[in-house]
């Protein structure tokens, strides 16, 4: 079994090494106080009113996690405060267009397209195919990032945020190199919820990033959806407002534990749940994010991420199953598609949901998806490669616990 911690890349180390320098001599790092950290942001930014946030029961119980699990390195830490302040940022900008442009408000967010899906299980590849729909609209990794201020049509494409983004994104692979096998990342390409709900501090990501279980549990079981929902929303108006498409196409792993939540804010939405043997969900999860949290803490236990995520998931798959039981979901709202139909047939399987859906699909829409698979193989960047057998993780139990979600949705075991 092969369980041990990845050694951060050498500017890690060397940036922990400075800081810790700085703190033996006094200079030690500022603390996460969530009153400080405000008072900076509305410095910052000139501005005061945070409109529905600035969702102070999530930066409390985000701060609280940070301060006393997640070990951070002199580098995490001026991480986690400067992630904090640029969330912070954003729910001031956001307040401040809607205040200088009340019309934004009446924008109508119909019938989005919302893919469901686990990581690992194809959603990243679907939701770039989608993109290739001219009538599709999808938050991009530079808007979804900085949406103030918001995009427009004209200059979408040459929008100084981009380059910023890729500026960022290659000082991000710099540090940790390996990432870009795990998770193909790019300025313009789409972007997940988990980004949105991030400027709320209500986000799964948080919890790939930093060890943060109690965090985790309080998103996952306590947290009151309702109002980061209504605020999701709000960053849609603005993103369409002068930038609009014929619908949303989004996608995000966390709609998965909060579909209650979801369908209360989008009732009309067409999901999209894709399935994949949870073993192969949880053995990448162990794998990769290891290398994540060594960014912010020196304090790696694989092990235990594995366990953690192993939980997670099936908490969020068998959420998954419940509402479907439910009734909730109506049959003609939903497209399951299985992780082996859609890598044998990608054409076919968006060509799937299209006709569930009633949307137009032309025979240019799906040469567009055969000629774009072509380019970009899963392994272009060299694949992430997993075995589960190195998460320590015991093969009967997950299999065990995992049977009820399979058997109901009907995924193949791929050991």
């Known amino acids: 079994m092969n369980a041990i911690a990845p050694k951060p890349p050498f500017p890690i180390r060397a940036l922990n090494h400075l800081g810790r320098g700085f703190a033996s001599l006094g200079f030690k790092g500022k603390p996460l106080d969530a009153g400080q950290l405000i008072d900076e942001a509305c410095r910052k930014f000139k501005l005061s009113d945070f409109g529905p946030g600035p969702f102070t029961e999530g930066m409390d119980a985000l701060i609280e996690s940070l301060e006393n699990e997640a070990a951070l390195t002199p580098l995490g830490r001026q991480m986690a405060r400067a992630d904090i302040i640029k969330a912070l940022g954003v729910q001031l900008q956001v307040q401040d267009w809607f205040n200088r442009y009340p019309e934004i408000a009446d924008e109508k967010i119909e019938a989005p397209l919302i893919i469901i899906g686990m990581p690992r299980t194809g959603t990243t590849i679907l939701h770039e195919l989608m993109q290739l729909d001219p009538d599709n609209r999808l938050p991009l990794t530079w808007e979804a990032d900085a949406p103030c201020p918001p995009p427009e049509t004209a200059s979408y494409q040459s929008d100084p945020r981009i380059r910023a983004a890729a500026k960022e994104l290659r000082f991000s692979h710099y540090l940790i190199p390996e ?58 108006q603005l ?177």
């Open 239 to 415: 993103l369409q407002w002068r930038c609009p498409g014929k619908r949303w196409v989004l996608k995000s792993p966390g709609h998965l534990w909060h579909l209650n939540a979801l369908l209360d804010e989008y009732p009309d939405a067409k999901l999209i749940q894709t399935h994949r043997d949870p073993l192969k969900i949880a053995s990448s999860m162990a794998s990769m994010l290891p290398t994540l949290r060594s960014m912010g803490s020196d304090d790696i236990r694989p092990l235990e991420i594995a366990r953690e995520w192993a939980d997670n998931n099936m908490e969020a798959l068998d959420n998954s199953v419940v509402v479907r039981q439910s009734g909730r979901i109506a049959p003609e709202q939903i497209v399951d598609i299985q992780f082996s139909e859609f890598m044998a047939d990608q054409a076919g399987a968006v060509k799937r949901i299209y006709d569930a859906f009633e949307l137009p699909f032309s025979e240019t829409f799906a040469e567009s998806i055969r000629c774009y698979i072509a380019s970009n193989p899963h392994d272009k960047d060299g694949g992430h490669k997993h075995r589960f057998e190195d998460s320590g993780l015991d093969y009967q139990t997950e299999r065990n616990r995992c049977q009820s979600y399979q058997d109901y949705f009907d995924v193949a075991s791929e050991f």
């Open 179 to 236: 990432v870009t096998k795990m998770h193909r990342m790019g300025e313009q390409l789409p972007q997940e919820c988990i980004i949105l709900t991030r400027h709320a501090f209500h986000s799964m990501v948080n919890s790939t990033i930093y060890r943060i279980p109690g965090y985790q549990h309080w998103l996952s079981h306590e947290a009151d959806m309702a109002p980061i929902y209504r605020y999701h929303r709000r960053l849609l």
